[in-house]
């Protein structure tokens, strides 16, 4: 079998061309491709997912039992019924969660925000300890949090409500906006502001045209943030809650007692799939704005 002289070239060429380092790993991740690594790293990965996820599979099976014990007895859609006709001091304590996690996300979104421009941008005395302070509700135990806002509303004779619940929840998603705002201000390039100045544009356009639109996808991950730590919290709200602001987890918390009821795997379901549709749809939504900008 005889070789063309242009093949003979090529290769002579290839095999004193070096191989680039990607092209190697590339070629080494294409070798591997179907291959399964029992490596120690994607052993604990698998386990950590099973651990995180194998809990709310459970959640959704016993959903669906028509039997509210333990055992599968058979395909029912019975707790859903019961979740959306016979259950309405639930949904009033979902109602009351939406409340207050709405509008302290909102709150601490528009303050967590001005926070992190006016501390990342502008130097005052002062600017670290504000800096570090802010910080302390993310480190402090929910316990310590709960207690000492219980011991400052009675202090000032503030009545235990949906008010308070709003004011604590807004003190607790503070930082955790702030934190994410910061990320995105730490790659904003300030020459943008600097060129804005530059064409005539005023402090409060390069704010609002500028500076807002640029770190939006910061601005929007802090404030689902926000709605989700407040949505999830028990134990502050368990300190600062009064009469009639029972919110979800404290009316789970007093459902359980008695064990865990079927319709509350209904409401966890039903949780779990808007969370999952919410979540793909703003990502999507944030990867549109991130590449905008």
């Known amino acids: 079998m005889t070789i063309s002289?242009?093949?003979?070239?090529?290769?002579?060429?290839?095999?004193?061309?070096?191989?680039?380092?990607?092209a190697r790993h590339a070629r080494r991740a294409f070798q591997n491709t179907g291959k399964i690594n029992f490596s120690l790293s994607n052993?604990?990965?698998?386990?950590?997912?099973?651990?995180?996820f194998l809990p709310l599979f459970f959640i959704?099976?016993?959903?669906?039992?028509?039997?509210?014990?333990?055992?599968?007895?058979?395909?029912?859609?019975?707790?859903?019924?019961?979740?959306?006709f016979e259950s309405g001091n639930l949904w009033l304590s979902l109602y009351n969660s939406l409340i207050v996690a709405l509008s302290s996300a909102a709150v601490s979104t528009v303050l967590g925000t001005l926070a992190a421009i006016g501390i990342n941008w502008y130097k005052f005395k002062g600017r670290i300890y504000i800096q570090t302070i802010s910080f302390l509700p993310m480190v402090l135990p929910e316990v310590i949090i709960g207690?000492?806002?219980?011991?400052?509303?009675?202090?000032?004779?503030?009545?235990?409500?949906?008010?308070?619940?709003?004011?604590?929840?807004?003190?607790?998603c503070l930082p955790f906006v702030?934190?994410?705002?910061?990320?995105?201000?730490?790659?904003?390039?300030?020459?943008?502001?600097e060129a804005a100045h530059d064409l005539g544009a005023t402090d409060k356009q390069t704010m609002f045209k500028v500076i807002v639109p640029a770190i939006m996808p910061g601005i929007i991950s802090g404030?689902?943030?926000?709605?989700?730590?407040?949505?999830?919290?028990?134990?502050?709200?368990?300190?600062?809650?009064?009469?009639?602001?029972?919110?979800?987890?404290?009316?789970?918390?007093?459902?359980?007692?008695?064990?865990?009821?079927?319709?509350?795997?209904?409401?966890s379901f039903v949780?779990?799939?808007?969370?999952?549709?919410?979540?793909?749809?703003?990502?999507?939504?944030?990867k549109t704005i991130a590449a905008s900008k």
């Open 147 to 172: 207690v000492s806002m219980l011991i400052f509303f009675s202090g000032i004779k503030l009545p235990l409500g949906l008010f308070s619940i709003f004011v604590a929840h807004t003190t607790f």
């Open 271 to 286: 949780m779990i799939l808007f969370t999952v549709v919410l979540a793909f749809s703003l990502r999507k939504f944030l």
């Open 223 to 267: 404030f689902m943030m926000a709605i989700t730590m407040s949505l999830e919290d028990f134990v502050i709200t368990f300190f600062v809650s009064g009469p009639g602001s029972t919110t979800l987890p404290l009316y789970v918390y007093s459902m359980i007692r008695f064990g865990v009821s079927p319709v509350i795997n209904a409401l």
């Open 43 to 52: 052993t604990i990965l698998f386990i950590t997912l099973l651990f995180l």
């Open 60 to 84: 959704i099976f016993y959903s669906f039992n028509e039997s509210k014990g333990a055992d599968f007895t058979g395909f029912s859609l019975i707790w859903y019924k019961k979740l959306i």
């Open 5 to 22: 002289p242009y093949k003979n070239l090529v290769k002579r060429i290839n095999k004193k061309r070096p191989t680039s380092e990607p």
């Open 178 to 193: 702030y934190l994410m705002v910061s990320a995105r201000i730490d790659e904003f390039d300030y020459s943008i502001v």
